[in-house]
């Protein structure tokens, strides 16, 4: 019998905190699926990163299965070097802030010929999901990256209509829309830039927006055919609220396609494996690699399928790929 592979899964304090039944996030359903497949999975956070000299640690739980569920082993902290783990999959929230990049520093001293990291921190620390979307320029919204209050004012007076964004935050947070009748936007302006110290993203308002957004998900240079529209929540112009009734389900048309293939290969070339690129008429708002979310129980509600399956499948050919177990990837 082959030995276990074992897999630490590095993920937000609050996902720790409501680690059993919360099906709503993309790590819950991971690790599921990791351990009913026999492997051993431990979780952290990354407070609980470290390192002494040139060797990196983590302070660490293990998780099992009861009931179909999963649990971890709240009194029973381990500590292990990173590099005992076949697997890290580093999936802390933003905000991506001092401490994050941090937790990516650590990373700095893992091997990952030895551990495969998902996605790896180094990459991370060198690809900002707002910013670089720019690597894309035929894809992406007009846009400009600034300090300056003028050049915002000014671009929002040729575009109409605009979103103002922060570039190390999530779910939404900070983004505000801009138009020419804003009474507030010297307020709004002044306040994201930390009145003018710190840098904030200003894209054009894409109208099919207020339809929703699709999220595309990609997993090493696959793109996936599955994937949901999140739609703008009561009384904002965004999605804000995770419940059924602000999801539907989608189809990618050929050109999204053909995008986000575009997309993918790039990210896979930079170890940057997981990523969910946030679409709007044929554009992509974002490109999600921190701790990308998959909405698998969203997928499964409207699809009636069990989308963890196809979503492993590409998961575990991506890793015995790294592993050098097969020689061929399992691409489309």
């Known amino acids: 019998m082959p030995l276990k592979q074992s897999i630490l899964f590095i993920i937000d304090d609050l996902e720790l905190k409501y680690f059993e039944f919360n099906d709503l996030v993309t790590n819950f359903w991971l690790i599921k699926e990791f351990l009913q497949r026999d492997y051993e999975v431990y979780t952290a956070v990354k ?15 293990e998780t099992c299965l009861k009931d179909n569920n999963i649990f971890y082993k709240k009194e029973e902290p381990q500590r292990y070097i990173i590099e005992h783990f076949d697997i890290v999959f580093f999936r802390p929230d ?47 919204p007009k846009n400009i990256v600034t300090t300056n209050s003028d ?18 935050q999530c779910f939404g947070g900070g983004v505000y829309y801009l138009d020419t009748e804003e009474k507030n936007i010297n307020a709004i302006i002044k306040n994201l830039t930390n009145n ?36 703008p929540g009561k009384d904002d112009f965004k999605f804000s609220m995770h419940s059924d009734k602000y999801f539907e389900t989608a189809k990618l048309t050929k050109e999204e396609k053909e995008m986000a293939l575009h997309v993918a290969k790039h990210l896979n070339a930079v170890e940057l494996y997981m990523a969910g690129l946030d679409v709007a008429d ?4 974002e490109i999600n690699v921190t701790s ?37 990837p399992q691409l489309c």
């Open 47 to 61: 407070g609980g990163l470290y390192t002494e000299g040139k060797t990196a640690f983590a302070v660490c739980y």
């Open 94 to 140: 933003p905000p991506v802030d001092i401490d994050y990049i941090n937790a990516c520093n650590v990373f700095d001293f893992v091997d990952s010929e030895r551990t495969i990291v998902i996605n790896n921190p180094v990459a991370i620390k060198n690809f900002n999901e707002k910013f670089h979307l720019n690597y894309f320029e035929e894809y992406a």
């Open 151 to 168: 050049d915002i004012k000014a671009f929002v007076r040729e575009h109409k209509k605009a979103i103002i964004k922060p570039l190390n």
């Open 196 to 231: 003018g110290k710190t840098m904030v993203m200003v894209q054009e308002y894409l109208e099919g927006a207020k339809y929703g957004d699709k999220r595309i998900l990609i997993v090493g240079e696959h793109v996936f055919d599955e994937c949901i529209i999140k739609l």
């Open 282 to 285: 044929g554009k992509i708002m």
């Open 292 to 328: 990308p979310c998959y909405f698998i129980r969203e997928i499964n509600a409207h699809n009636n399928e069990r989308f963890q399956d196809i979503l492993m499948e590409k998961l575990i050919n991506l890793i015995e790929l790294k592993q050098g177990k097969i020689d061929i």
